[in-house]
């Protein structure tokens, strides 16, 4: 699909063109003409009912469509909302009197109300806030234009931030669409934010983003922010064709040797696991055989060999050692290939493992095969694209599924949709889906008390407690966690903003404003 909403966004100065793509124009009031990021992959139509529910989709709704509060690696900060306190069970915001919606009308209290309203009746592809009778929200009051007050159903350690963190609609639009799913007209791509909604091919998964000049807040950088699809996006960055993108750990000192390039590390914060479906594999309801694979396993050469000393064996309990939750009291599986094959050659295991075709994944894949093979397990790989592989672990079609996934820096409150059994598979994402066929009250109990709990170190302590559960139950294998780099043009952009949900800096619209 291609769809171009540039005469609904055009913005002032759009027919002055600069001399050299991507630097400054000399009378611009951007630093940047235009900011070039690696597309290729179709994230969906950037509203809230039409994205991808995956990290990359969400963000680029988040360019458009503005919530209350946001955070980085620090905590919440302020967006829509410039004041906020709590009172109770109350949540008390106050937005800036500024704020417009890119059509030039106000935005008001009276748009985040009928949000709350308009999503417990249709729900979004990522709710902060629920939907219907699950929703986080009791009630509002409108106390002013610029004031509201948000009473909570219930109240918990993420409260503020998922009351802060919902997107907010134009009341004037959206009261007249009946099916927000079908709704895919220009005014349908009307927000508040940083940027507007300029081009977009499906097909070739290509973005178009359009500075908002008259924006309330933190300023856009750029003129315009494209995701270009590239084939190779190391060859993309050489030849200016993209401005940042990952850095291959192969490379690293390449690339660290140019003066005109800048790197940022994310250190440990996403990592591989081995998903088990027990449904299909039932040899794995043995807890023994699930400890038995962590000692078939080396995981420290996979570190090396995959990922030249930028990963680490992961903790059996989740959390990677560099995050402030984790805990030393897990228990720790060492490489014991003997002790594996006394156990697992006696079961005469045969299993199919599922990953993605990428790269990474097959290298991970092939090195598993062999040391399960040694431990007595008789594998099958099976290597699909990335979409095909999700499909399948979503439908519990896999007996093993390698997946990675990001986000593990942050606060482990992913231990509860992981393994909780009233709160797992939440959502379309199946990097976050843990074990299949597995129950335990116990940790289930954990996972959902430390949600619960507002003090932090009391927090903290539950949230030990489970990560120790978890490393001794072994309901999943994690093999790595690894440090992500990501290189960017220093005459491009400099500002760089180490966010605290995101893996890759490019997902993450206080990326593209100023500070």
């Not at 009928?114 to 729900?123: A, E, G, P, Q, V």
């Not at 040694?374 to 997946?403: I, N």
């Not at 500002?495 to 206080?510: G, I, P, S």
């Amino acid at each position: 699909m291609l769809v171009s909403l540039a005469a609904c966004n055009k913005t002032k100065g759009d027919e002055k063109k600069s001399g050299k793509e991507g630097k400054t124009e000399q009378k611009s009031a951007f630093r940047l003409e235009t900011l070039k990021l690696q597309g290729g992959t179709n994230w969906g139509m950037s509203n809230p009912f039409l994205q991808d529910p995956r990290g990359p989709g969400t963000s680029k709704v988040k360019m458009i469509f503005d919530s209350l509060l946001d955070e980085d690696e620090k905590g919440i900060i302020s967006w829509l909302a410039k004041e906020w306190k709590v009172e109770g069970d109350e949540y008390i915001f106050k937005i800036y009197e500024n704020a417009k919606w890119h059509d030039g009308k106000p935005l008001t209290t009276e748009d985040i109300g009928f949000s709350i309203d308009y999503y417990r009746k249709h729900n979004p592809i990522n709710s902060r806030i629920g939907t219907g009778d699950k929703m986080l929200v009791k009630s509002y009051k409108i106390v002013s234009p610029t004031e509201i007050r948000i009473k909570a159903a219930k109240q918990n350690a993420n409260t503020l931030k998922n009351i802060g963190g919902f997107l907010i609609i134009p009341k004037h639009i959206w009261e007249k669409v009946e099916n927000p799913k079908t709704f895919t007209t220009p005014e349908a791509f009307i927000g508040s934010g940083p940027y507007k909604w300029g081009k977009y091919d499906g097909a070739n998964g290509s973005y178009e983003f359009i500075a908002n000049e008259e924006y309330y807040g933190r300023k856009p950088v750029a003129k315009r922010v494209l995701f270009v699809p590239v084939s190779d996006p190391l060859l993309a960055f050489e030849n200016g064709e993209i401005d940042i993108t990952n850095v291959p750990v192969d490379l690293m000192d390449k690339y660290k040797k140019n003066d005109k390039i800048g790197m940022i590390e994310k250190t440990n914060d996403s990592g591989y696991k081995l998903i088990l479906n027990m449904d299909k594999q039932a040899a794995f309801k043995d807890i023994n055989a699930r400890k038995a694979l962590y000692y078939a396993l080396n995981r420290q050469s996979i570190a090396d060999k995959v990922f030249r000393g930028l990963a680490v064996p992961a903790s059996a309990g989740y959390v990677p050692v560099t995050n402030a939750f984790y805990t030393d009291k897990v228990e720790k599986y060492n490489y014991e290939p003997a002790k594996a094959k006394e156990i697992l050659s006696p079961l005469n295991i045969n299993v199919e493992i599922l990953s993605s075709n990428s790269g990474s994944d097959i290298k991970i894949m092939e090195l598993i095969k062999n040391d399960l093979e040694a431990a007595g397990v008789k594998v099958t790989l099976k290597s699909v694209d990335g979409k095909t592989r999700d499909e399948k672990v979503l439908k519990h079609d896999f007996q093993f599924a390698l997946v990675g996934n990001g986000g593990w820096g942050r606060t482990p409150d992913y231990l509860r949709t992981l393994f909780s059994d009233k709160s797992k598979y939440v959502g379309k994402n199946p990097h976050s889906m843990g074990p299949v066929g597995y129950s335990n009250e116990a940790m289930t109990k954990l996972a959902e008390d430390q949600l619960l709990e507002t003090n932090m170190e009391k927090r903290k302590e539950l949230l030990q407690e489970l990560q120790v559960m978890i490393s001794k139950e072994v309901p999943l294998i994690v093999i790595t966690t690894q440090s992500s780099f990501v290189m960017f043009k220093k005459d491009y952009y400099k500002d760089w903003v180490k966010t605290y949900d995101y893996q890759q800096l490019e997902q993450n619209r206080m990326s593209y404003v100023e500070k």
